[in-house]
């Protein structure tokens, strides 16, 4: 009964969302809107610099490491168990797949910033 509650909430929620999004006045976007202002004056350089892709990717990958990392630390608690076999077992396979997560990532160049 509780599943199915939850289930219902959660659908209910997610269709008002939608609805509520195609609701919404679709919001116009004028050039004056999108053109910096700097007090008055005419800008003195672009605001619209060039981002570099391979930085995005790189520090999308130092994000996602970092949250397996994190799921790491607290594993011993999580688990709820004192087989300390388990616990290694269970820790060893994580850092196995973010070895080899990283090895693969190495091997397809997403690591290196020439451009």
């Known amino acids: 009964m509780n599943l199915m509650l939850a289930l219902l909430t959660n659908l209910t929620l997610a269709t008002l969302l939608v609805i509520i999004a195609f609701w919404l006045p679709q919001l116009n976007v ?3 809107k999108t053109s910096p202002y700097e007090c008055g004056f005419d800008p003195m350089g672009s605001a619209r610099l060039p981002f570099s892709m ?24 999580a688990s709820q168990t004192t ?5 290694l077992t269970m820790a060893l396979l ?7 997560s990283l090895a ?12």
Not at 83 to 87: E, G, H, P, R
Not at 94 to 100: G, M, R, S
């Open 83 to 87: 087989n300390l076999n388990t616990m």
């Open 54 to 77: 391979k930085f995005f990717l790189v520090a999308i990958t130092f994000l996602l490491f970092d949250l397996e990392i994190a799921l790491l630390l607290p594993l011993p608690w």
């Open 30 to 32: 004028y050039s004056e």
């Open 94 to 100: 994580l850092i196995f797949l973010l070895a080899v």
């Open 104 to 115: 693969y990532e190495w091997t397809q160049k997403g690591l290196e910033w020439t451009e």
